[in-house]
């Protein structure tokens, strides 16, 4: 399955699944999910079994008008499709504006959630069970 696809310019593209859009899937996250913030973000994250990381974005109509929020959407969607090998595993997702930010560029915003994804730890494996299929 191709997770990414190029488009004009070579630019990839974040396929639809790399998405998260189904409110079960944003449900079971706010409910089960590690949340972690920075004032302006809050970052849920939950472990996955599908072998990649999906993405999540919430930007309430409070943090500004329809061009500022698609604005951030598409930052935070560049920032997770860029850094995407730095987040801890197979996790998903969930990118919650809080408020609204000041003026950010692409790399702040990579920061930031970089930031917030790197205070996660996931759980530890079951006792005696190794990461690599069971060889030492």
């Known amino acids: ?47 996955n079994d599908i072998g990649f990381s999906r993405l999540g974005i919430a930007v309430p109509k409070r943090v500004g008008s329809a061009v ?8 935070i969607r560049e920032a997770f499709r860029l850094n995407r090998d730095a987040l801890p595993g197979s996790v998903d997702l969930l990118i ?3 408020r609204p930010p000041d003026l950010m560029t692409l790399g702040e915003f990579s920061a930031r959630i970089l930031s917030l994804a790197g205070r996660y730890v996931p759980a530890r494996r079951a006792e005696g069970s190794a990461p690599d299929g069971g060889h030492t």
């Open 1 to 47: 399955m191709r997770l990414w696809r190029n488009t004009i310019g070579g630019k990839e593209d974040l396929y639809q699944e790399r998405r998260i859009r189904d409110k079960l899937d944003f449900d079971r996250l706010k409910k089960s999910g590690t949340k972690f913030t920075d004032g302006v973000f809050l970052a849920v994250i939950l472990p």
């Open 68 to 75: 500022a929020r698609n604005r951030m959407k598409r930052l």
């Open 96 to 98: 919650i504006v809080r």
